[in-house]
């Protein structure tokens, strides 16, 4: 009986060691496909940055100090990522609204949309203040 | 007894089998596990957003330094600055993202400065405009608590050097060489005007002197002008640099 049984061991024994190194593959690409997502985009880092960049040669403060929001809408589509959606409110140090227009370049289609506060100092001799909000979200 | 050990051999082979199997799918397990956990942590590796604001913040002083020193060297009050950097704070006060911030700028009132400005306009062929002020940023939120200094010094400097030539006509050609810099770099001068001293006045030099500046592209200006003045030669550059800060420099052009 020994005997005749123990081929079928040899063969449940070597299915077992294929079976552990298959479950190891099998976990490994797992992890390996659960890593190639996407990085998930840290929208606030990104907001700030297009400020910023806007900000660093005083275009930002010059568009808002003089009203143009139509410039300051497509230098933003400039330097924010493709497919972000934004909406932007200008406010004085008061927090009075100075933006009337929506500066949008579109509705938010996405739940997930990440806000952005930001002090804007002119560069103009006759200094101006403002309180930006800067409303993201990328177009799903 | 030997023909026992094969046959004890020969049955042990399959678990041999089993713990080798073990032994690499624990390898290659733990390989991956460790090379995935080093990328991850690279990859999601979080920018605080207290720093996005310090890093703003420091932008925004910069340009309301930047602000108030074209203000004051353009013929303002060098209280401006102070009067400016209140108006920041307030609206810095505002701000309510990260929790309750606050920004105090203090200004410098040694070392030339006064009111945190400095226009030191001198007649050795130097010239220098410059703001400097410390800050304190404090946020103090649920998720971030943060306190961080630092400081903003703006300066706009020029430097001219020269001699003159006296002509068969009697006339002086003079010829300088202005280097236009900010904060230690070269800068474009959105504008560059030449005055001599003449009788007791500055006069600007223009095309019936037959000025020529020459932009070499790297904050250098070659000037050339012919004037009819006795001696000395005294010459005076103004620039306004491409933030509009205003500096001044005098010199009194050698015979070369």
């Keep these: 009986m020994r005997r005749e049984n123990r081929g079928q061991i040899r063969v449940i024994e070597a299915f077992l060691a294929v079976l552990i190194i298959f479950s190891a593959f099998t976990v490994s690409a797992n992890l390996t496909v659960s890593q190639n997502r996407p990085p998930r985009i840290d929208l606030a880092s990104v907001g700030t940055e297009a400020l910023m960049t806007l900000d660093s040669d005083g275009t930002l403060g010059y568009y808002i100090a003089n009203g143009n929001w139509t410039a300051l809408r497509e230098a933003l589509s400039l330097v924010l990522p493709i497919g972000t959606t934004f909406n932007l409110t200008v406010y004085d140090e008061y927090t009075q609204r100075i933006s009337e227009a929506a500066v949008s370049n579109g509705g938010f289609n996405s739940q997930d949309i990440c806000f952005v506060e930001y002090v804007c100092a002119s560069r103009n001799p006759v200094f101006s203040s403002y309180i930006v909000h800067l409303e993201l979200a990328v177009a799903s | ?256």
């Design chain 2, 1 to 256: 007894m030997r023909s026992r050990k094969e046959t004890l051999k020969r049955n042990s082979s399959g678990q041999l089998l089993i713990v080798a199997a073990l032994a690499i799918a624990l390898l290659i397990s733990s390989t991956t596990t460790y090379v995935y956990e080093v990328t991850r942590v690279t990859d999601n590796a979080p920018s605080s957003p207290a720093s996005n604001l310090a890093l703003a913040m420091k932008q925004t002083t910069r340009n309301a330094m930047i602000s108030s020193l074209a203000n004051a060297s353009n013929g303002g009050a060098i209280s401006v600055l102070a009067s400016n950097l209140a108006e920041l704070s307030e609206a810095v006060s505002h701000l309510s993202q990260f929790g309750i911030c606050s920004l105090a700028g203090t200004i410098l009132n040694e070392s030339g400065y006064a009111s945190g400005v400095r226009l030191e306009w001198g007649a050795s062929g130097l010239g220098a405009s410059s703001a400097y002020a410390n800050f304190t940023l404090q946020v103090h939120g649920e998720a971030s608590k943060m306190t961080m200094r630092f400081q903003i010094n703006v300066t706009t400097s020029i430097a001219i050097n020269g001699s003159y030539v006296t002509l068969g006509s009697g006339e002086k050609n003079v010829s300088l060489i202005c280097y236009v810099g900010n904060d230690g770099l070269p800068s474009l001068a959105e504008s560059l005007r030449v005055f001599y001293y003449d009788a007791g006045n500055w006069t600007q030099a223009g095309a019936l002197n037959g000025l020529a500046v020459k932009d070499r592209g790297d904050g250098t200006y070659s000037v050339s002008f012919t004037v009819a003045v006795a001696d000395p030669v005294q010459v005076s550059v103004q620039a306004i640099d491409s933030q509009g800060i205003f500096v001044r420099a005098d010199i009194t052009c050698p015979a070369s």
